[in-house]
T-cell receptor, first 114, second 115 residues
Framework: SAVISQKPSRDICQRGTSLTIQCQVD?????MFWYRQQPGQSLTLIAT?????????ESGFVIDKFPISRPNLTFSTLTVSNMSPEDSSIYLC???????????FGPGTRLLVL | AQSVAQPEDQVNVAEGNPLTVKCTYS??????LFWYVQYPNRGLQFLLK??????LVKGSYGFEAEFNKSQTSFHLKKPSALVSDSALYFC?????????????FGKGTMLLVSP
């Protein structure tokens, strides 16, 4: 399985500011994903990030609000822009390997927006 | 479209008793099925998966799950619960007949094991 780290592990931010979350994997992976888990809720996929191409966003999520970078096969960032209290969630990075069925998750970033 | 249902928001069981956490799924083709566990202030940890073969799959921490195609179910079980099993459990599915498909998660079931 992959070893996945996220930074920061948690943060408290002011309304209107932006936060960039980093995801680092210990080996090269084809696909990386960003999920949001709102309080007491399940996981919702924000976008799929492939290296060398634009991220693919799910319905209800837009690039202006959640820009994503994938500069190489072991790293990705998610930015939460112009934050409001409704963005308070856990943001999780996950990875997938070609030919492997299991998706592995990072420890998450706990974001509170005041 | 694929979907997962976890009908119970919470399951309560006494330590030492068997536990079951229910999951049913819907896919247009054949499913890959997964169980993940989330402990407080932690990310998701992979428990077990069904891809093909034996309908009873065994995973981490003594958990197992039974794939039932006719009932489209994939219930998580453990013969003897531990207090440390208390956590949030998610069932997830992906449709292997749709090319590459993303994971779809159920809403989660909180398992509370009392001493």
């Amino acid at each position: 399985s992959a070893v996945i780290s996220q930074k920061p592990s948690r943060d408290i931010c002011q309304r209107g500011t932006s936060l960039t979350i980093q995801c680092q994997v210990d080996s090269q992976v084809t696909m990386m994903f960003w999920y949001r888990q709102q309080p007491g809720q399940s996981l919702t996929l924000i976008a799929t990030a492939n290296q060398g191409s634009e991220a693919t966003y799910e319905s209800g999520f837009v690039i202006d609000k959640f820009p994503i970078s994938r500069p190489n096969l072991t790293f990705s960032t998610l930015t939460v822009s112009n934050m409001s209290p409704e963005d308070s969630s856990i943001y999780l990075c996950s990875v997938d390997y070609v030919g492997k069925e299991t998706q592995y998750f990072g420890p998450g970033t706990r974001l509170l927006v005041l | 479209a694929q979907s997962v249902a976890q009908p119970e928001d919470q399951v309560n069981v006494a330590e030492g008793n068997p536990l079951t956490v229910k999951c049913t799924y819907s896919v247009s083709g054949n499913p890959y099925l997964f169980w993940y566990v989330q402990y407080p202030n932690r990310g998701l940890q992979f428990l077990l998966k069904y891809i093909t073969g034996d309908n009873l799959v065994k995973g981490s921490y003594g958990f197992e799950a039974e794939f039932n195609k006719s009932q489209t179910s994939f219930h998580l079980k453990k013969p003897s619960a531990l207090v440390s099993d208390s956590a949030l459990y998610f069932c997830a599915v992906r449709d292997i007949n749709s090319g590459y498909s993303t994971l779809t998660f159920g809403k989660g079931t909180m398992l509370l094991v009392s001493p």
